[in-house]
């Protein structure tokens, strides 16, 4: 609510202290001094009431001879600058005290309320005194609304049918009002114009004063819409610039309960001149009275502020848990989904071998019991049969087992100084013995040392050269390099022209049970490469793939070396 001029504290001093302020003001400073608002500054320049100096097109100074002028003509009543004030109230309480409402000049009031009664004896007071002084009265309210007010005027005395036949009294509906210049939702200004500005102007002729009461703010607050309702306030206070007259709005409490339109109010207050709080407030007799009653509010809104701002913590809690619940769920889910697949996969994986083995043992058994005896050759080609099915086993039971160790981080290294070139020749050998479609070539240094666990390296490397000749079903070359990259890095790659990673899988080839290429019903758990990875990682080294332009696949460690 705007204050008073209080002559006695916002005056301007004698010679002493003119010296030392300046000639002109500010809009703002000016509203400081008097005790005012920056919007009726600037409606008293509009109305002429306070005269000002340009500079530049927006840029407005005050002379400071003229607010002494007007702290002198008005004294702390305020009356000629148009202050808003209630009946009965004192010069010192600095509130409104419920009753009749007096206008002069051009202002925008808003008035709260609790109660139907109340609001109407405001409006029966703003109305009625304009209608018994000559002025004209319009009002745009809801049916019931206009009906008690029509009942309370009479009952003061006012002829409204003769009012009404001058064109000093206007009653219109607020909604089809409003729906005369609402487009899309809002109000339209040129509408809003040619409605409200035609209607104030028609009222105005002969030079009467205009007093307006509406309520389609409050209809459009109530049906959801305050954006609407702040743009319909600023477009009165457009209007005003047009044409002098005062405008009286108002809004039931109950519309404007919630935090959510906490915002609305603020809004709501800033677009007016005077702002009248509700009947709790200005009901209270005495200035004591009003001002127990602001201490009691400041300490509801503190104590709503902390419930609202501990509600908001309690529910971002929530949600961070509801949230952390589902990324838990889902994650089981995937857990669940990853060890279905890994259970088909690795009972197909392991069926193989252990058929293998149950068949050859039986054709064994067969020939043995027919023949009482078996061909030394037939007899070395099943051994080696069971040999290479046994080993294939033991490896597929040993990755089950190192990633067992992994996740119970029990997987330990035995470091040993070793000659990589050795490790590496040896173990290019045996994958050379293994089949002779894919030529393995081996470009080493005679010598280099690493402190590694050679049994783990092994059995990386052992893993890249049979991906290099599973996923090279057409056979082709295989290149493996073994560096020194720089003074304390050692560089291993195992190259193959095969199949190749498509890009969008390359990033998850060395996840757990992961296989690129798992719609080719090729063998695997998905696992080699994943515990590959991770001892590569537990060496204090890195493993990575690229795809060579001209195709294939390059797998590329790099291990910490021995200073030479």
Known sequence: MERRVNASSTAIDGPTERAAEPPYYSIGQAAALLGVSRVSVSRWIRAGRLPVARLGHRTVRIKREDLERILAQDGPSGSRLGIVRQQGESESSGAPLAGGLETRGVHHVVQF????????????????AALRQGEAGIVVATPAHREDLAARLG????DLAVARASGQYVSLDAAE?????????????DAFERVIGGLVARAAEGGRPVRVFGEMVALLAAAGNPAAAVRLERLWNDLQDTQPFSVFCAYPLDHLRGEALGELLGQVCAEHSHVIPAETYTALPTGDQRLRAVAVLQQKASSLEAEVAQRKRVEVQLREALAAERAAREAAESALRLRDEFLSIAAHELKTPITSLSGQAQLLLRRLERDGQLEPERLAQALGMIRGQSDKLARLLGRLLDVSRLEAGKLMLERQPTDLAVLVAQVVAEARARGDLHPISLTAPPSLMADVDPLRLEQVLTNLLDNAVKYSPDGGPIEVVLARRDATTVELSVRDHGLGIPPERRGQIFERFYQAHAGDHRSGLGLGLYVSRQI???HGGEIGVESPSDGGTRFTMRLPAQEE
């Open 155 to 158: 009952a003061a005395g006012v």
């Open 177 to 189: 009002t409003l729906a005369r210049f609402m487009v899309a939702g809002a109000p339209d200004a």
């Open 113 to 128: 309320y609790e109660t139907d009664a109340f609001l109407l004896d405001a409006v029966a007071d703003f109305i009625g």
């Open 536 to 538: 590569v990682e537990l």
